[in-house]
């Protein structure tokens, strides 16, 4: 939030736009393993209590399991994980730049 109302102030703190593009690199990838360890830790207490699952017959006329979505959610956890990981790193480059190596060519 600080990042942002700088940004209405339009103020620049290089320390505070570097956090803001930094602080990210520890913090998703923990709470993408974090999210993706509670759901599947949840499957099984699902599985057992049956709740939020609606079985035939019923007046809806369909069914749902819920532990087959959960089963779902971790490859698209995953996928969104890394989409969100990209982006942020592209992001990083473009305001705060990025190590370039060239490579210089030897001449023999």
């Not at 017959?57 to 369909?62: E, G, I, S, V, Y």
Request: proline share 7%; hydrophobic share 45%.
């Amino acid at each position: 939030y600080p990042f942002y109302m700088l940004a209405v102030l339009d103020k620049k703190i290089y320390v505070v736009t570097w956090l803001r593009y930094t602080l990210w690199m520890p913090l998703y990838p923990v709470g993408i393993f974090l999210e993706g360890a509670v759901v599947i830790m949840s499957i099984p207490l699902y599985e057992m209590s049956q709740r939020f699952c609606l079985s035939l017959p019923n007046n809806a006329n369909m069914a749902f399991y819920l532990p087959w979505l959960l089963y779902a959610y971790p490859p698209i956890l995953l996928i969104a994980g890394y989409t969100m990981l990209t982006y942020m790193h592209n992001q990083r480059r473009k305001v705060i730049g990025g190590v370039t190596t060239s490579k210089s060519k030897k001449s023999s």
